[in-house]
């Protein structure tokens, strides 16, 4: 449906001779550059840009740069996640977690938080109950990734 409004603008103008009707000239309404000439234009309709040809040249490099990283991020995986094992069951509640890891306890004495988690929690299996209060997933685009949150009331 897009083809008869556009038709117009990609037209050849073809000039006639009035008396014999000979074609005199043909001149195109698309002008694609080529890079024998220093200065390329490119013309559709009655818009044009005219750049030199080392802008060109830059702006290719770029964007192919650009996909270039962009298919190599999308496809290589150099941080494969490995299969983490469950650990060894444990007994100690969310509670007990709270006295010794939370918020309170880690604004006093950080290194003896992360001693009591080092110890206590890595790498141990846990059976709490919760509720899901908010989940935000994050995104990852070209060279931008965010971090995906889940909240939780415990």
């Known amino acids: 449906w897009v083809l008869p409004l556009l038709w117009p603008?990609?037209?050849d103008v073809v000039h006639h001779c009035p008396r014999c009707?000979?074609?005199?000239?043909r001149k195109s309404r698309i002008n694609l550059p080529t890079f024998r000439t220093e200065i390329m234009s490119f013309k559709i309709g009655g818009c044009a840009v005219v750049?030199?040809?080392?802008y060109v040249m830059i702006l290719l490099a770029l964007v192919l740069t650009i996909i270039g990283v962009y298919v190599l991020?999308?496809?290589?995986?150099?941080?494969?996640?490995?299969?983490?094992?469950?650990?060894?069951?444990?007994?100690?509640?969310?509670?007990d977690f709270l006295f010794?890891?939370?918020?309170?306890t880690s604004l006093g004495h950080r290194a003896s938080t992360a001693h009591s988690f080092e110890?206590?929690?890595?790498?141990?299996?846990?059976?709490?109950?919760?509720?899901?209060?908010?989940?935000r997933e994050g995104f990852d685009v070209l060279f931008v990734r965010t971090k995906s949150v889940v909240m939780v009331t415990m």
């Not at 009707?21 to 000239?25: D, G, P, S």
């Not at 750049?51 to 080392?54: D, N, P």
């Not at 010794?100 to 309170?104: E, F, I, L, N, S």
Request: proline share 4%; glycine share 6%.
């Open 9 to 11: 603008a990609f037209k």
């Open 21 to 25: 009707l000979n074609v005199i000239a």
């Open 51 to 54: 750049l030199a040809r080392k």
């Open 73 to 95: 991020r999308s496809t290589v995986h150099l941080n494969t996640a490995h299969e983490i094992h469950k650990g060894a069951p444990s007994m100690l509640t969310w509670e």
């Open 100 to 104: 010794d890891c939370g918020p309170r």
């Open 119 to 135: 110890e206590k929690y890595r790498r141990q299996s846990f059976k709490w109950q919760g509720e899901v209060r908010m989940i």
